[in-house]
């Protein structure tokens, strides 16, 4: 599979058309507000969740070509073999040895269920599978409850300890936030072994394993 990115300077008399909309939905605490503008052919989501917590994660996706734009448009990575854009997907992040931490299993599971379940991540001897491994923060091969139930709510501090799914959304919010767990840390799709090392730390609810 064959990958590029893609840049386009599109230059011209700017056309000011511009219209825009915001959605704010409240679920359990966390509060969502989505804000969608459109402005010469190019549609920009920005998404602002804030949690409980404290903790605000700022999502941004843009599509479009705006041909009377001056300036340069970032299209993303563009897959030749089937013609998607994909921006900043959360399932190229690496470990800090360059290996992926979501398996195509993993990948595949999400796209198709939309989320994902303890039987999913652990095999019949209660051993987190390869494709998995993002999951098993101390790496000690176990899944513990207060692992899958930091990502089952979308890494909020706090958070409901019943949960029997991860949602796509949950495990998108969950993987950003590992991604800056360290003070300091910056968002740079390296998730290494010490900052999910620092997330198990935090987690004082009690380990029982699947």
């Not at 003070?183 to 004082?204: C, N, W």
Request: charged share 25%.
């Amino acid at each position: 599979m064959r990958v590029e990115n893609y840049n386009i300077e599109a230059a011209g008399n700017p056309k000011k058309k511009k219209n825009s909309s915001v959605k704010r939905k409240e679920k359990d605490g966390v509060v969502t507000t989505t804000t969608v503008t459109k402005e010469n052919g190019v549609k920009t989501e920005v998404t602002e969740t804030v949690y409980p917590d404290g903790r605000i994660v700022t999502q941004t996706k843009s599509s479009g070509c705006g041909v009377h734009n001056i300036g340069v448009i970032n299209l993303g990575s563009f897959n030749l073999e089937s013609g998607e854009v994909e921006a900043n997907s959360i399932f190229t992040v690496k470990d800090e040895n360059g290996d992926f931490l979501i398996g195509e299993e993993l990948e595949a599971n999400l796209d198709k269920n939309g989320k994902i379940t303890v039987n999913d991540i652990v095999d019949s001897n209660g051993n987190v599978k390869p494709d998995y491994k993002i999951f098993d923060l101390n790496g000690d091969g176990r899944l513990a409850d207060n692992e899958f139930d930091w990502f089952a709510n979308g890494g909020a501090s706090s958070f409901n300890k019943s949960a029997s799914s991860v949602s796509a959304g949950n495990f998108e919010n969950s993987v950003n936030t590992l991604d800056t767990i360290r003070a300091g840390s910056k968002s740079d799709g390296i998730i290494t072994t010490a900052e999910r090392k620092a997330l198990h730390s935090m987690l004082d609810a009690p380990e029982k394993f699947y």
